[in-house]
């Protein structure tokens, strides 16, 4: 994540991954107050065992794009709500890629960083039939826990 007063989004990323049993790390890495830090990160994150990057970041959000511009890993982006434009300024930053570079793109805040821990346990459950069942089980959860009535 790009600061520190991202973290209160970003854990709700870690709360799937925290249940499902994956292993994951957690960073500021800014675009713009550390470059250097970001290029260390990403240029190496495959060859250190990384698999996917969940990349959260407010206002002029930067930190997706160009971590995905130093490595082939999957990128999954999420825009943090900034005070000022609640978010808008960092969906459109992150969302708005040219061609040639891709972010998988979430909703903004909580939700969004929800998400984007469950697209990257998804993407594991591809190489992974135990997470993947456990995945389906989770899943059948929370279909399950929905209730028909209104109250
Ligand atoms: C971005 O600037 C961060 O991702 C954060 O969302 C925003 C504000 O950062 P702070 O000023 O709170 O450190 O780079």
Redesign the pocket.
């Known amino acids: ?6 973290w209160p ?1 970003m854990k709700r990323a870690t709360e799937l991954l925290d249940e499902l049993g994956i292993a994951y790390e957690k960073q500021v890495v ?4 550390t470059p250097s830090r970001l290029y260390e990160y990403a240029s190496s994150a495959r060859d250190r065992g990384l698999q996917v990057i969940i990349a ?8 997706p794009g160009m971590a995905a511009s130093m490595t082939l890993l999957p990128v999954i982006a999420v825009p ?1 709500q ?1 005070k000022a434009l609640n978010g808008m300024d ?1 969906l459109l930053s992150i969302a708005q890629m040219p061609a040639g570079v891709a972010v998988a793109t979430q909703a903004i805040g909580s939700s969004g960083a929800f998400n984007g821990g469950l697209l990257a346990a998804q993407i594991l459950a591809l190489g992974d039939p135990d997470l993947h069942e456990r995945l389906n089980q989770w899943r059948q959860a929370i279909t399950e826990g929905v209730p028909r009535d209104v109250e």
């Open positions: 994540m790009g600061s520190r007063s991202d989004t800014s675009a713009h107050r959260g970041a407010g206002g002029a959000a930067h930190l943090v900034s960092s």
